[in-house]
């Protein structure tokens, strides 16, 4: 299931994108100002599954209410982490581009890391971190980056193009820098218009700057409505690949949440395709494009469209493309082969199973006409995973919540975080072996908790290995990535908090053989999140949007794995003296080093 961030995508969201009360991003907590129409801006959630398949049949046949237990791990207030970086921010984000941005809730998280550079990108915004000086670019708009223009010229009202869900990776056989963002069109007016694409970056070197001119552009058009598609083309300008989109049922289309992963000849970008303006959910859309022309500037691009494609007894969605840490764990076989994860939760209960997904021929990705193959997808049988519930997290101030209760004269409480849904984190393929993880329901102390089921399964043989829970006793963990080094040693990042602690960054140690305590916090929080998102003024229902992926990398040079997640630092919110902000997430940054001492 993939629990829509609101219900239809046709009704574009919730309030998702909001922008500080003052245009110049520095009001005065005492002066505060009314939000003209120019200052918030709807946008699509991750997609609702479930309600377009809630009729199907769930073929686990697992007990009516089931809810899995999970034993606890410890919780160190301390880290082990090599480097602590402070991550990109609500503020950063807001005041990019001489403030022509959008704030917005929550933060989409992307990392990745090659030679001395490590680029994190959140939302709109990103920047390099040289990690030998020390030195970091200024916050860029990634509006900027990809299009030319605003995300919106507070000087005249006008709309630059909707971006969303960014994503990084570094290829270890060429160490280029590969950045992906979901792109809606939208007139002066901010109203969409119809036509939607995933944008790709793609550096030129191995040592790119935040300047458009260090990377090549493309597209790949994602509007399935039967128009000409404009694929390929982008900002340094390689031709149309000439012809017709497919027109899929209820499109235009959106391509919603774009994940991708490499093996060595393809990059791979998959998506959830919801209609733009109707109620229709395609599944998942799979792209396979050549590698090494994307890092030369040439575009070839092999698609499996769907209406949907088929998994199981539902549609396939949020398919999870692998990355691998080295050159050495991509699979030769069957003349190259991409692996995927996806999981089977099709009703927004509970399921345990979950799917190996294939293409197969992929070293023809290369050739003037690709024959990648998708094979069936193998169904694997696994420990309960299930619909995570709404997240508590510790009492503490809150005063945008306090600002708002004294303009209605009604007591607003403490938001809760929204966990979203069980679809598959992201995964890595390293000695063979498929790493993945979801959110999940847990028996919790006293009430049921999030906690993170994950698996590992032996790639040749679509077969499960291992798997388990991470789960803190009467707290919740939330939005797990996983990387593995070339030892086999990995780190799963993720969010904590509940009532004892403030919504917090934090990793645990895994491999092949499990889990190794205790969970290390890497950002402790400092106040409970207090952002827009979850109350009533702004279309929220008590529950704050949270980080809807966090970021696990490997560094392919040491073997270090850089993981980043959401937290709130505590550092700036409504009424602090640089600025009344409608949100208040941080994000943390760390390395850290897997030596020989686990497993």
């Known amino acids: 299931?993939?629990?829509?961030?609101?219900?239809?995508?046709?009704?574009?969201?919730?309030?998702?994108?909001?922008?500080?009360?003052?245009?110049?991003?520095?009001?005065?907590?005492?002066?505060?100002?009314?939000?003209?129409?120019?200052?918030?801006?709807?946008?699509?959630?991750?997609?609702?599954?479930?309600?377009?398949?809630?009729?199907?049949?769930?073929?686990?046949?697992?007990?009516?209410?089931?809810?899995?237990?999970?034993?606890?791990?410890?919780?160190?207030?301390?880290?082990?982490?090599?480097?602590?970086?402070?991550?990109?921010?609500?503020?950063?984000?807001?005041?990019?581009?001489?403030?022509?941005?959008?704030?917005?809730?929550?933060?989409?998280?992307?990392?990745?890391?090659?030679?001395?550079?490590?680029?994190?990108?959140?939302?709109?915004?990103?920047?390099?971190?040289?990690?030998?000086?020390?030195?970091?670019?200024?916050?860029?708009?990634?509006?900027?980056?990809?299009?030319?223009?605003?995300?919106?010229?507070?000087?005249?009202?006008?709309?630059?193009?909707?971006?969303?869900?960014?994503?990084?990776?570094?290829?270890?056989?060429?160490?280029?820098?590969?950045?992906?963002?979901?792109?809606?069109?939208?007139?002066?007016?901010?109203?969409?218009?119809?036509?939607?694409?995933?944008?790709?970056?793609?550096?030129?070197?191995?040592?790119?700057?935040?300047?458009?001119?260090?990377?090549?552009?493309?597209?790949?058009?994602?509007?399935?409505?039967?128009?000409?598609?404009?694929?390929?083309?982008?900002?340094?300008?390689?031709?149309p690949v000439g012809a017709n989109l497919p027109n899929n049922p209820d499109c235009p289309c959106l391509g919603d949440q774009p994940l991708i992963g490499a093996d060595r000849y393809g990059f791979y970008v998959t998506t959830n395709e919801f209609s733009l303006f109707g109620s229709a959910f395609n599944g998942a859309q799979i792209y396979a494009l050549d590698k090494k022309g994307l890092e030369n500037g040439h575009f070839t691009m092999q698609a499996f469209h769907g209406a949907p494609i088929a998994l199981a007894e539902g549609p396939a969605y949020s398919l999870q493309p692998a990355t691998s840490p080295t050159v050495w764990d991509w699979s030769g076989e069957n003349r190259g082969t991409a692996y995927f994860l996806s999981a089977l939760d099709f009703n927004g209960t509970t399921d345990n199973r979950i799917a190996e997904w294939r293409l197969t021929n992929t070293s023809t990705l290369a050739s003037r006409h690709p024959n990648v193959v998708l094979q069936k997808p193998t169904i694997i049988g696994t420990q309960v995973y299930g619909q995570p519930p709404a997240i508590d997290q510790k009492a503490g101030p809150t005063p945008l919540a306090d600002y708002l209760a004294a303009l209605t004269a009604k007591p607003v409480p403490e938001n809760q975080l929204e966990s979203n849904d069980d679809r598959m984190n992201q995964v890595v393929l390293q000695g063979g072996h498929l790493f993945g993880a979801v959110n999940t329901i847990v028996k919790g102390n006293g009430p049921r908790r999030t906690g993170i089921a994950w698996f590992a399964v032996t790639a040749d043989r679509a077969r499960l290995l291992n798997q388990g829970y991470v789960s803190v006793k009467g707290q919740s963990v939330f939005f797990p990535s996983i990387a593995v080094g070339p030892s086999g040693k990995g780190v799963m990042t993720f969010s904590l908090a509940g009532p004892d602690y403030y919504p917090s960054s934090a990793y645990v140690r895994i491999g092949l053989y499990g889990t190794s305590g205790p969970v290390q916090v890497m950002g402790a929080g400092a106040a409970p999140a207090d952002g827009f998102t979850g109350y009533a003024r702004y279309g929220g229902s008590g529950v704050e949007r949270w980080g809807d992926y966090s970021a696990a990398v490997p560094d392919y040079r040491t073997g270090d794995i850089w993981v980043a997640a959401e937290d709130i630092p505590g550092t700036f919110g409504w009424g602090f003296p640089d600025g009344n902000y409608l949100a208040n997430w941080g994000t943390t940054i760390a390395k850290v080093s897997v030596g020989s001492s686990f497993h």
Not at 32 to 61: C, D, K, L, M
Not at 184 to 198: H, N, P, S, V, Y
């Open 1 to 239: 299931m993939i629990r829509a961030r609101v219900g239809a995508v046709a009704a574009v969201g919730a309030a998702l994108v909001l922008a500080m009360v003052n245009a110049t991003g520095a009001s005065a907590a005492t002066a505060p100002v009314s939000i003209g129409s120019n200052e918030f801006q709807r946008s699509v959630e991750p997609g609702s599954v479930s309600a377009y398949v809630s009729s199907t049949t769930n073929a686990s046949h697992l007990p009516a209410g089931y809810v899995p237990g999970a034993s606890s791990l410890p919780v160190s207030s301390s880290s082990d982490a090599r480097t602590v970086i402070t991550g990109l921010n609500l503020r950063d984000q807001r005041n990019a581009d001489r403030g022509n941005q959008f704030s917005l809730e929550p933060p989409d998280q992307g990392l990745c890391v090659g030679g001395n550079l490590l680029l994190e990108s959140v939302n709109t915004v990103f920047r390099i971190h040289n990690t030998a000086t020390g030195a970091s670019s200024d916050p860029i708009s990634l509006n900027q980056f990809y299009t030319g223009y605003s995300g919106i010229n507070r000087d005249t009202g006008e709309y630059g193009q909707f971006l969303s869900d960014p994503k990084c990776y570094v290829d270890p056989a060429s160490g280029r820098f590969y950045m992906s963002m979901l792109e809606i069109d939208q007139d002066d007016t901010g109203t969409f218009t119809g036509r939607t694409a995933t944008y790709l970056a793609v550096s030129k070197t191995r040592a790119p700057s935040v300047s458009a001119s260090d990377w090549w552009f493309y597209t790949i058009d994602t509007t399935d409505n039967g128009t000409p598609d404009t694929s390929g083309v982008g900002i340094g300008g390689t031709r």
